[in-house]
């Protein structure tokens, strides 16, 4: 027999050996249960409220907020993105040290004023 063959014959083998060995290991483990929360009500709910409109209100409070941290940390990563590419051009001499600041900076005030805001609105709601 022709040592390729043998070698082949051999892998082959080994696969077989080892998915079946996978396979018996995924099944091992199919009743593993998370220790999952419990969904927990609005953080503005009263405790006696049974008025289901009330509910939608406060429920959409907390989905407003929600909303607008996501939005916040997009602002975040916008401007992240932005500094580090100004921060790559820096080597070809297209921007300098004063651009790549004034981008953060920048930045930063509008994402500082856009919590100020979401702030003011999650009062006001």
């Known amino acids: 027999m ?6 082949r014959h051999i892998r082959s083998r080994t696969q077989r050996v080892t998915y079946t060995l996978g396979t018996l ?7 593993a249960y998370a220790a999952l929360p419990a969904a927990s009500p609005p953080t503005t709910a009263p405790s006696s409220a049974t008025n289901w ?4 209100k406060f ?3 907390d ?4 909303l607008a941290l996501v939005v916040m940390a997009y602002g975040l990563i916008q401007v992240v ?3 580090m590419a100004m921060y790559g051009e820096l080597s070809s001499g297209r921007v ?3 651009d790549i600041g004034g981008a953060a900076v920048g930045g930063a005030t509008i994402l500082l004023f856009g919590v100020v805001l979401t702030t003011a ?3 006001v709601i």
């Open 2 to 7: 022709p040592l390729k063959k043998v070698l």
């Open 25 to 31: 290991a995924m099944l091992g483990f199919t009743h």
């Open 53 to 56: 409109l009330d509910f939608i």
């Open 59 to 61: 429920y959409a409070k």
């Open 63 to 66: 989905a407003f907020l929600v």
């Open 81 to 83: 993105g932005k500094v």
């Open 96 to 98: 300098t040290w004063g």
């Open 121 to 123: 609105a999650i009062a």
